[in-house]
């Protein structure tokens, strides 16, 4: 690709910020630099004071073109996602999928098929490993003898090719003893759904009957703590709880010491939210309390994460969906998107691209659809073009940009702003940590 300068003024409470986000440059200026900057790039004459600022920032790279990331080239999947099936034990207020009783369970045959062909492509591809995840529009422990069939498996065909076949699981964590048991026995990486405080987790997260299922999912992460498992939680936030934010945090690195992770999303106004009442919350308010949460942890080794907020990430994707992914639904639809996972969400002809076939034991694709997803970059999205967290979020989540037409006339939206202000805050944060000058070079 061709380099590019890449160069922004930022400003905050303290004055400007000149940001080169492909160099991982951020120095502080104040007004007349930014002057001296704008005449340079607009290859105006300059003035012997012009000059200084100029030649100090050439000297630290500032006006030095980078390459950009490139798109990644398509690749066989050498990961799998499998949703056992579209039933949940919980009734959370928000769910996407609005998750209820058991409808489709995902065949044993479709389940093993997946795992076959992602064992193949890392073989192929010379990889050590392939990975085999449970995810899913439900609770994938509602289908339990699938889960335990589909590991041991995993095991045998890691063996058989010499692999290593690793084990992921994203989960309520309302379970019972023998699932618990297994889960800390056989999975690599573990994901909860949890919204921290008892009194969140009990109204936003109820079991079916109603009842509160704080108490199941903290036995959950108490046994992941003791085992030493390192694990992330993954919160949703609404109008109701948003305020709570500094709170929840200060609960889960305090009470479960082996998080690493706890990730914040504000709810999306979809699925059951259209009928419980449940909002999105205000976006200057979910930036303040995140903040607000965020300077509460300087020094807990807890992670706080807004998906499209990563410094210190330059990617041109905001996940796999445009790239690789693979997941397979419990109905046997392959689709790219965890959040798209039925033929009638709207947004199924952008992401559905391929589907399990019973007479043949093997997964068929579309290739129109797939080179279509490969689009879903912020290459693409001309809106993205001149801002500074282009190579950052990458144009954010293309399922949420779907609901408001295509990506690729995504012309903003106040996820933007949350990214903006959260990615602002982690510049000033090293810059404060630095000096007056900041290189990232963690990746």
């Known amino acids: 690709m061709k380099p590019e300068l ?13 940001y080169a986000p492909l160099r991982r440059l951020a120095a502080r200026l104040n007004e007349a630099a930014v002057a001296s900057v704008s005449r340079r790039l607009q290859q105006l004459e300059l003035s012997a004071e012009d000059r200084t600022v100029i030649s100090l920032l050439e000297q630290h790279g500032f006006f030095t073109p980078a390459v950009p990331p490139a798109e990644d080239p398509w690749k066989k999947a050498v990961q799998v996602t499998l949703f056992p099936s579209d039933g949940c034990n919980l009734r959370c207020r928000y769910c996407y999928a609005a998750a209820a ?64 076949g690793k084990l992921t699981v994203a989960s309520n964590g309302a379970l019972d003893d023998e699932q618990l048991d297994f889960l800390l026995a056989w999975f690599n990486g573990v994901n ?35 085992a030493g498992k390192h694990y992330g939680i993954r919160s ?34 979809c699925g059951r939210c259209l009928a419980s009442g449940e ?13 607000a949460a965020l300077r509460q942890l300087p020094k807990s080794g807890l992670r706080l994460v807004f998906s499209a907020a990563r410094k210190e990430h330059l990617t041109t994707a905001f996940c796999a969906a445009s790239r690789n992914s693979f997941v397979v639904t419990a109905e046997g639809l392959v689709t790219s998107c965890y959040e798209v996972c039925e033929a009638t ?3 199924a002809g952008r992401f559905i691209y391929g589907s399990y076939d019973a007479e043949s034991g093997r ?27 282009k190579y950052h979020c990458a144009g954010d989540c293309p399922a949420k940009l779907l609901h408001d037409g295509d990506p690729e006339r995504h012309s903003g939206s106040e996820r933007c702003r949350i990214t903006r202000a959260i990615t602002l805050y982690q ?16 990746q």
């Open 6 to 18: 890449e160069l922004f003024v930022l400003r905050d409470g303290e004055g400007p910020i000149l």
């Open 101 to 164: 009783g058991l409808r489709h369970t995902l065949s044993p045959a479709a389940a093993r098929a997946a795992v076959d062909y992602v064992a193949a492509n890392a073989q192929e591809l010379g990889n050590r490993d392939f990975v085999v995840g449970f995810h899913g529009n439900g609770e994938p422990f509602t289908n339990f003898p699938l889960i335990r069939e589909i590991c041991a498996y995993t095991k045998t065909v890691a063996e058989r090719l010499g692999l290593e």
């Open 192 to 226: 909860i759904s949890f919204d921290g405080l008892p009194e969140l987790q009990d109204r936003q997260r109820p079991f079916a009957d109603g009842r509160g299922s704080f108490d199941a999912v903290d036995r959950t992460l108490r046994r992941l703590d003791a």
């Open 236 to 269: 949703t936030l609404t109008t109701d709880s948003v305020e709570r934010l500094a709170d929840m945090a200060a609960f889960v690195a305090e009470r479960y010491p082996h998080c690493q992770q706890l990730h914040i999303e504000p709810a999306w106004e």
């Open 279 to 291: 909002h999105t919350p205000d976006t200057e308010q979910f930036v303040a309390q995140f903040l």
């Open 345 to 347: 969400d709207p947004r």
């Open 363 to 389: 997964y068929v694709f579309d290739q129109d659809k797939l080179a279509a997803l490969h689009r879903l970059t912020v290459e693409h999205m001309p809106q993205c073009r001149d801002c500074f967290c």
């Open 427 to 442: 510049l000033q944060r090293s810059l404060s940590a630095t000096g007056t000058e900041e290189r990232d070079h963690d």
